[in-house]
């Protein structure tokens, strides 16, 4: 079975505490066009609300007012991808005791930028990869790509058994918020998006690396798209760029429908939710969470390690749930034999699930 050799998170190095990124917002005027004070109370409420205590910005805060538009922005954005994700795919493979040689497929995941060449084309040289590396970038899946991603490096290695792959995922949430014009899902989500990245590597089942204490072996993942639901999560894309599109329903659409999900995958490989030890669950928001633990019916303590990345970082879109298995391995790392379940949503609308197990 594909082994997850390595996970490694990488964030920016501008950390800013919530207030300052608040006040900094309101005063390039993301509030301004939501009557007056009134647009700043509505600012402050939404980040109080949020949780979130700190985050690292791809930018320092003063350098957002000067972005001319989003040309300026997606610049920005290639430029900082490409150390951040250098820094993130050498420092996993560095860890999981391989070369960028060794790496057959390599996958990389945004939604909050636009490279062609893609990401990974352009680190391949920097890497060290082959040239007949194969390469698989995603657009689109948004948050749910992080747990997807892995579930595509599993496809692949289940009909490579000796192979290595990657999965690379770069989120730069900061450098898509409007400036002017905010509507009330903008302002939402300038309350919870942080920066960062994280690389995957994963080795399949013949691989000599392959060795029970270097990390978890996926079982089987499980994808799925809710019914009309296109129009819930996404995005907007205009001459200004990027507008978050984020429903009001989605709380509960998790609430009424993750629940028979889960249960129906864990039961197909002879589960219950109660018997898994690690829950790997993507950061969506305060609402989100509450209505994944009522779903599931989990204790507090099960998405613990969720509910502190976003204090610490924010939601750090596709590459949040791999910080998230990156803490799980660090710090509560589950008995042998033991089940997890990684589990993330995303625009489609739609969920992945990936049990592991240890």
């Known amino acids: 079975m594909t082994r997850i050799a390595a996970v490694h998170g990488v964030l920016p190095p501008h950390r800013y505490e919530q207030h300052e990124i608040t006040d900094a917002l309101s005063a390039i005027g993301l509030a301004a066009d939501r009557d ?10 939404l980040h109080d609300s949020s949780t979130v205590r700190t985050r690292q910005l791809a930018l320092p805060l003063e350098r957002y007012a000067t972005l001319t538009g989003f040309g300026d922005a997606n ?26 040689r060794d790496v057959e497929l390599i996958v990389s995941t945004s939604v909050t930028g636009i ?33 997807a991603g ?11 058994p000796r192979g290595v792959a ?7 949430c900061s450098l898509t918020l409007p400036r002017t014009h905010a509507s009330a899902a903008d302002l939402v989500a300038s309350s919870l998006f942080g920066d960062g990245a994280a690389a995957v590597v994963a080795v399949g089942r013949d691989h000599p690396s392959n060795q029970p204490d270097n990390g978890p072996f996926v079982v089987a993942t499980r994808s799925h798209l809710f019914p009309d639901t296109e129009d819930l999560l996404g995005w907007d894309i205009g001459d200004g760029g990027f507008r978050i599109v984020l429903g009001g329903e989605l709380p509960e659409l998790v609430r009424r429908h993750l629940g028979p999900q889960v249960r129906a995958f864990l039961a197909d490989h002879d589960l219950k939710p109660q018997e898994a030890t690690a829950w790997v669950c993507h950061p969506g928001g305060p609402k989100i969470l509450e209505a994944v633990r009522e779903a599931l ?8 390690l969720t509910w502190r990345s976003l204090a610490e970082v924010g939601n750090l879109s596709s590459a949040s749930v791999l910080h998230i298995l990156r803490d799980t391995l660090a710090l509560r790392p589950p008995l042998p034999g033991s089940a997890g379940l990684m589990l993330a949503m995303g625009p489609g609308f739609c969920s992945e699930l990936v049990l592991l197990r240890w």
Do not use: M, N, T
């Open 150 to 160: 892995i579930a595509r490096l599993h496809d692949y290695l289940a009909g490579r």
């Open 36 to 45: 007056g004070d009134r647009g700043r109370g509505v600012l402050d409420r």
């Open 166 to 172: 990657v999965l690379l995922s770069v989120e730069l």
């Open 115 to 147: 490279a062609a060449p893609s990401i990974e084309a352009r680190l391949a040289g920097r890497l060290g990869l082959r040239p007949d590396v194969k390469r698989v970038p995603i657009f689109g899946l948004g948050c749910v790509a992080g747990a």
């Open 297 to 304: 019916d989990l204790p507090a303590r099960a998405l613990e």
């Open 75 to 100: 610049d920005r954005f290639i430029e900082v991808a490409l150390e951040l994700g250098e820094q993130a795919v050498a420092a996993a493979l560095d860890e999981a005791g391989l070369r960028a």
